[in-house]
Nanobody, 125 residues
Framework: QVGLKESGGGSVQAGGSLKLACVGTGFRAYKWWMGWFRQVPGKEREGVAVIDNERYTYYRDSVKGRFAISQSATEDTVYLHMDDLKPEDTAMYYC???????????????????WGQGIQVTVSS
């Protein structure tokens, strides 16, 4: 059974940094597409960053140059390093996994067949 567990969220002031981690269990995460999505109340879940099974990365335009997704070729953990955080980055962040494809520009719960429970990131101005 696929399991995803996020950690590393919290509160930070604008301009600060946070690093999220997602541990995958029940599957070999480094052989799958892994990603980070986020959601604020009243809005659809939206893609933020994706790393494919060849370690190519994809980002939503609003986070390019500020966020970095990474994963070693052998780890079952994927990271999201977030720099220069802005109040509009405040959201619940979810880890996602798919054996074939994820789209960093996708919006909606259908974007991934597997989700973590989510972790809160709050950026104050």
């Amino acid at each position: 059974q696929v399991g995803l567990k996020e950690s590393g969220g919290g509160s930070v002031q604008a301009g600060g940094s946070l690093k999220l981690a997602c541990v995958g269990t029940g599957f070999r995460a480094y052989k799958w597409w892994m990603g980070w999505f986020r959601q604020v109340p009243g809005k659809e879940r939206e893609g933020v960053a994706v790393i494919d099974n060849e370690r190519y990365t994809y980002y939503r335009d609003s986070v390019k140059g500020r966020f970095a997704i990474s994963q070693s070729a052998t780890e079952d953990t994927v990271y999201l390093h977030m720099d220069d955080l802005k109040p509009e980055d405040t959201a619940m962040y979810y880890c996602a996994a798919d054996p074939h494809s994820l789209d960093a520009h996708c919006s909606g719960d259908y974007c991934s067949p597997h989700w973590g429970q989510g972790i809160q990131v709050t950026v104050s101005s």
